[in-house]
């Protein structure tokens, strides 16, 4: 399944607006200090989204807002079999992977990593199935 993570300034309004405007079942926010994210879910019939709003300090969704404060689209996720040799594959043709390439623990308790905008100006979040 893919999901998309949003950058939003507000979780509580973003999930708000999810919930009124398109019906869709929203949890409620999570504090994720380990992780230094405020995070909602919206779920819709074929559709996960991630409502992402920074927790204090410096972090990839605070510099994000940083560029666009009224927040969007920070990544699209897609779950992979192999998370290593999906890695190793892109990396043989061309692509960056962020940070020192090694998977971390996403906050769904589940290797992942980012793969640099480079797929048409999207950034890319791969996570273990």
Request: net charge negative; hydrophobic share 40%.
């Amino acid at each position: 399944m893919a999901s998309a993570g949003i950058a939003a300034p507000d979780v509580e309004k973003a999930a708000g607006l999810y919930r009124d405007w398109l019906g869709a079942d929203v949890s409620a926010p999570r504090c994720l200090p380990e992780h230094g994210l405020i995070v909602a879910t919206v779920s819709l019939v074929n559709t996960q989204i991630e409502l992402l709003q920074p927790m204090g300090g410096r972090s990839p969704v605070g510099e994000f807002l940083e560029r666009y404060p009224e927040g969007g689209l920070h990544h699209l996720c897609y779950q992979v079999d192999d998370l290593a040799a999906a890695r190793n594959h892109l990396r043989t043709q061309g692509c960056h992977v962020l940070g020192d390439g090694e998977p971390q623990i996403g906050w769904h308790g589940k290797p992942m990593l980012f793969i640099a905008d480079e797929l048409c100006g999207v950034r890319v979040l791969l996570e273990e199935a």
